[in-house]
Structures are given as structure tokens and as C-alpha cells.
Nanobody, 118 residues
Framework: QVQLVESGGGLVQAGGSLRLSCAAS????????MGWYRQAPGKQRELVAR???????NYADSVKGRFIISRDSAKNTVYLQMNSLKPEDTAVYYC????????????WGQGTQVTVSS
């Protein structure tokens, strides 16, 4: 089973930047599409961005142009560069594999808290 450890969250003012990292164990990392997700208080978890094994990316409309997802397969690590942060980006951020059934996954890491103050 893949193990996921997210890091890099924190408290930042609106307009600031953060870079999240996700270290993944497991041999399937290199062939998996990976995603960053977030869950704000009282809301459902949502997909923020995903990146395929070949590097193709997709973003939620709410973060397009501000967030950049990348991966380093040699380090089994996925990154999320978050720029021009807004208070509505406040959430716990998680990484995981991505598939059409991601919302049914049982395993999630501990996540990393991102708080954006206005």
C-alpha cells in the first residue's frame, strides 16, 4: 500500500506563497497519476490539481493560473506551488493517487494545514 506524507503547510497572508510536498512510498508511484486535494471545514474534499506519469497537468478552475503541480519521480515526491493565495484556499491539503473513483479511496495521509489570512 502506498504511504503518503504531506508537508509544507502553514499560515500565510493573502497574496503569499507556499510550496507543499508529498513523499510517497510504493513502487506504483512512477506509473500513477497523482493529485493534490483539499478539504475546508464543513466542505467535501475536492480535487485541486493532478499530474500524470508523463507530466500532463490539470487544475481546478479555482486555482488555475495560481497553483503549479509538479513531480520528481526519482524522489517519489509530488509538489504543489501555491501563489497568490486567497483566504478561500484555507483547507487541509492531501495528496493521493488520482482516478475517476478517487472520492471512494479509504486511505489518506495526515494532510497539511494551509491557512490564509486576509
Amino acid at each position: 500500500q502506498v504511504q503518503l506524507v504531506e508537508s509544507g503547510g502553514g499560515l500565510v497572508q493573502a497574496g503569499g506563497s507556499l510550496r507543499l510536498s508529498c513523499a510517497a512510498s510504493g513502487s506504483i508511484f512512477s506509473i500513477s497519476t497523482m493529485g493534490w486535494y483539499r478539504q475546508a471545514p464543513g466542505k467535501q474534499r475536492e480535487l485541486v490539481a493532478r499530474i500524470s506519469s508523463s507530466g500532463s497537468t490539470n487544475y481546478a478552475d479555482s486555482v488555475k493560473g495560481r497553483f503549479i503541480i509538479s513531480r520528481d519521480s526519482a524522489k517519489n515526491t509530488v509538489y504543489l506551488q501555491m501563489n497568490s493565495l486567497k483566504p478561500e484556499d484555507t483547507a487541509v491539503y492531501y495528496c493521493n493517487r488520482w482516478s475517476n473513483s478517487w472520492s471512494q479511496y479509504n486511505y489518506w495521509g495526515q494532510g497539511t494545514q494551509v491557512t490564509v489570512s486576509s
